[in-house]
């Protein structure tokens, strides 16, 4: 069984990956759903993307598979896109909020 703070580790990891088109972690931007870890050292991730015609998903979902896999306990990175709920402002951080704000963008 895995352990809430592992878990954690892989949030926190996650906050270093950087949405291409704002300086925002894709935590911060809530585009990840859901971190699990699985047998053989594999992380499973949810997410969605703010709209279905993203130009960068092919890009944003390599740095979060180059960026687990630097930790040691993973092997592999499984990635499901989900679009339901579909994404919305409402599933950004307060810290994301406070970044497109600062930007003058509205949220």
């Known amino acids: 069984m895995v352990n809430q703070s592992e878990v954690t580790k892989y949030w926190n990891a996650l906050k270093e990956v950087m949405d291409p088109e704002f300086p925002i972690s894709v935590v911060d931007m809530g585009l990840i759903r859901k971190i ?3 047998e053989n050292d594999c992380v ?3 997410m969605t993307y703010t709209s279905t015609g993203c130009a960068c998903m092919i890009w944003i979902e390599s740095d979060i598979k180059d960026r687990l896999l ?3 306990d993973v092997a592999d990175v499984a990635i ?3 679009w ?3 994404w919305t402002v409402n599933d950004m951080t307060e810290e994301g909020r406070n970044k497109v ?3 003058g963008v509205s949220s």
């Open 36 to 38: 699990e870890k699985g």
């Open 101 to 103: 704000k600062h930007w």
């Open 84 to 86: 339901d709920p579909p």
């Open 44 to 46: 499973y991730v949810t």
């Open 70 to 72: 630097e930790e040691d």
């Open 80 to 82: 499901e896109v989900v």
